[in-house]
């Protein structure tokens, strides 16, 4: 069975930090780009950050860039989310995704097709 | 960065009506676009890739359509299942946002 499950949230101050996993499991791993989703309480879907299958290429949502990096080990078929100088408006749940694609007519189609349960982050004093 | 509105934000219907929700974005991102439905407390489930292609084992009644900057997700027939929220999110470029939501509720 396809799985990812994440681990790693809790709760940490302001300005503190904390790094997030996410466990693959049932498929090849390294063949895919892996991403972070987050969502606040009661809001909508915030994508944080893509990596590439070989981690050749990352990318980050302008709210975390600077302070979160994405890091994946594929060998052990995880992903990762170093988060720091953590602010209370991080608090959410953090969902990891795999990103598959379709190719059609010259050009990838990205979505993301499976997630994880997720992992919660409260970010308070 | 991109932008993608979704309208309407809240939708009240009923079982067996036919709901359509729309998604625009801020430039033309062809048919890079998804479509989730997300129930409380669950993870988003994708329904719709690639503007119009249905994932496998999500139900017939699930449609998409549109290319360029206007998209809709439409449900010919609703099932109490289909009570939730749904999202776009383009992949055109850099960051890959998602639309706000509409709740889909009774």
């Known amino acids: 069975e396809v799985q990812l499950l994440e681990s790693g949230g809790g709760l940490v101050q302001p300005g503190g930090s904390l790094r997030l996993s996410c466990a693959a499991s049932?498929?090849?791993?390294?063949?895919?780009?892996m991403n972070w989703v987050r969502q606040a309480p009661g809001k909508g879907l915030e994508w944080v950050s893509d990596?590439?299958?070989?981690?050749?290429?990352?990318y980050y949502g302008d709210s975390v860039k600077g302070r979160f990096t994405i890091s994946r080990d594929n060998a052990k078929s995880s992903l990762y989310l170093q988060m720091n100088s953590l602010r209370a408006e991080d608090t959410a749940v953090y969902y990891c995704?795999?990103?598959?694609?379709?190719?059609?007519?010259?050009?990838?189609?990205?979505?993301?097709?499976?997630w994880g349960k997720g992992t919660t982050v409260t970010v308070s004093s | 960065d991109i932008q993608m509105t979704q309208s309407p934000s809240t939708l009240s219907a009923s079982v067996g009506d036919r709901v359509t929700i729309t998604c625009r974005a801020s430039?033309?991102?062809?048919?890079?676009l998804a479509w989730y439905q997300q129930k409380p407390g669950k993870a988003p489930k994708l329904l719709i890739y690639?503007?119009?292609s249905l994932e496998s084992g999500v139900p017939s009644r699930f449609s998409g359509s549109g290319s360029g900057t206007e998209f809709t997700l439409t449900i010919s027939s609703l099932q109490p299942d289909d009570f939730a929220t749904y999202y776009c999110?383009?992949?055109?470029?850099?960051?890959?946002?998602f639309g706000q939501g509409t709740k889909v509720e009774i």
């Open positions: 999110q383009h992949f055109n470029s850099y960051p890959w946002t």
């Open positions: 990596i590439s299958s070989s981690s050749s290429t990352i």
């Open positions: 995704a795999r990103a598959a694609a379709q190719y059609s007519s010259s050009y990838y189609y990205y979505y993301m097709d499976v």
């Open positions: 049932g498929f090849t791993f390294s063949s895919y780009r």
């Open positions: 430039q033309s991102i062809s048919s890079w």
């Open positions: 690639k503007a119009s």
